[in-house]
């Protein structure tokens, strides 16, 4: 089986104008997506966000954004729609059991300037997404502040009953190594490494499964901005076990779906 | 018969001391994967030890050409420090024995690219005509593209590879539609594929809609980075087939002037 745990969608056509001009994102619906999984023999997907025109961050856009997402997932039940949450909002909590209610099964967080995610004042939030059982995917970057990996990690020794997966790895693979390596990075098991846009290192996938397990590591492709296939192929010529690339290719995210 | 002629801009040869995963890659190995993943040709750049010195340099240059003398299909690449007084010589003496180029390395103790040191190996790499290859990261201070973007406009005449885009982050994204711009269109300026993400469609069909495929070379970044992918990726990207033999192989091959 093959879950890819990081997808996205975008409807129409985007040209981004923020932080720089002219970049276009294609638009990817749902059977676009369902196509490229059936190609390649992907079995289920994580939908994290549908990319649009607007930066989702107030609670009309956050709602409509979840409300789409959840559509979606009625009519391709091959889509596991996740809920994007501005946990900086008052009604971060209230939006994020609304979304779970109907239908959404994890939780993707922006790390925002406003409220560090790492600070107290994010932990009510985290208390909510305790009381739902559900995973949560942070994107991290070690060479951006807000959301640092190590900021993730302080929230997943405060909250040790939440799985965490760390969207990208922190995409440095300088930094990565450093991170795998630390013993409270090793012991801290409900913190995944998700794989999606990490750099094109096999020994990467391999030596994050040596050092913390290959039940922590989990296959993400960042479609459709990143083609699956390489994600894919990235895991494969990781040289692991079979059982092992089992594991990160979707039984880990099986698991942690609660997925039969 | 290989699909494609692919000639790699950018392998690492040697002992690499600088991971906590210490990376072992010998000339064997670089052929054999070569030969797997069919590239015909690849620059080698072995690692300096010590690393990141004259010193050290000054034996991966002669351990390069070594190899090339044993492998002909490791094109030899110098290494210098262009703040040290001997680099114009050790580049000179490097090219007469065969180095087709010449690499320098940055970060945040330098050197930097747009430096007025950088005018005697640039100035000499014009004279006896090869390219210069400068590491590049957006993440870096003094490895930023835009400083290399800065020593491109300062000598038209040098051909600067700038090295892997840029990044190896999703992030250096965001930087290419400002390199072309800012490089402008015909420039010296050439961008190594080797490292960065898999994205393939602001990585090669917008960059070459706006920059131009003759500018851009193929390169894995191998043993770290996996040929494979970085084939496979280029292979994904929605080009014309002009243009994906050219990034493959003939822009480096006429870069280097290889038969």
Redesign the interface.
Known sequence: MIIDAHTHMSFEKIIVRE??????I?SHSADDQIKVMDSLGIDKAVVLTNIGKLPLLTPEQIRDHNATQIKIAKKYPRLIPFALINYCLPEASDDLREAIRSGCRGVKLFCLPFIPIDSSNSYPFFETVQSLKIPVTFHT?F?EYYVSPYRMLNVAKQFPDITFLLA?MG????QI??FI?RDDVKTRDNLIMETA???????LIK?SCDLLGPERVVFGS?AH???P???I??IK?AGLEKKNEQLVLGDNMARILGEE | MAKYRIIDSQVRIGEDFSFYFPIKHTPEDQIALMDECGIEKAVSIPYADPPSIQKGFIRANNLALEIAEKFPRLIPFAQVDPRESDAEKELRRAVKLGAKGVRIFSYHLGPCPDADYMKPIVEAAIDIDVPVMLFCDFNEKFAHPYRIIRLAQKFPKVRIIMESLGGVDTDVTWFLADIYEMAGKPCNLILDTSSPHEMTYVLYEQLISSFGAENIVFGSGAPLFHPKLAIRKLELARISENDRELIFGKNLARILKID
């Open positions: 932080p720089i001009s002219g970049l276009e294609e970057d060479n990208h995409y440095d693979y300088h190594w450093d390596r846009a990490t750099p094109m290192i096999p020994l030596k960042e901005l990143f083609p296939e390489l994600g192929l990235k010529l």
